[in-house]
């Protein structure tokens, strides 16, 4: 099992970055698929990044390619979502999710394949 915490959200004008933080506890959390989603006012929760267990492979949503970088650090139980050129439109909060389960790299994007969630950290972007 692992206990996921987000923090690093916060205001910021549009083009500027932010860099996301997710700790988690847990002694097995370098055996975990990593997620990024996020939600919006309004909207539903959406993928935004995944990484593996290794690091070795991350995927992106289209629409933060070029500009969010997911990455991780085992040896802090750490995964971060660095965010640049930000948005209006990518004002939401952000969850990280972590589960040991998945097995193919396309169902990284699915939220209902996470069994660990985070409590959410808000992002504003004003414009």
């Known amino acids: 099992q692992v206990h996921l915490v987000e923090s690093g959200g916060g205001l910021v004008q549009a083009g500027g970055s932010l860099r996301l933080s997710c700790a988690a506890s847990?002694?097995?959390?370098?055996?975990?698929?990593l997620g990024w989603f996020r939600q919006g006012p309004g909207k539903e929760r959406e993928f935004v990044a995944a990484?593996?267990?290794?690091?070795?492979?991350?995927r992106y949503a289209d629409s933060v390619k070029g500009r969010f970088t997911i990455s991780r650090d085992n040896a802090k139980n750490m995964v971060y979502l660095q965010m640049n050129t930000l948005k209006p439109e990518d004002t939401a909060v952000y969850y990280c999710?972590?589960?040991?389960?998945?097995?193919?790299?396309?169902?990284?994007?699915?939220?209902?394949?996470?069994?660990?969630w985070g409590q959410g950290t808000q992002v504003t972007v004003s414009s």
């Open positions: 847990g002694r097995t959390f370098s055996s975990y698929m």
């Open positions: 999710a972590a589960d040991r389960k998945i097995a193919t790299l396309d169902k990284l994007e699915s939220l209902d394949e996470y069994d660990y």
């Open positions: 990484i593996t267990w290794s690091g070795g492979y991350t």
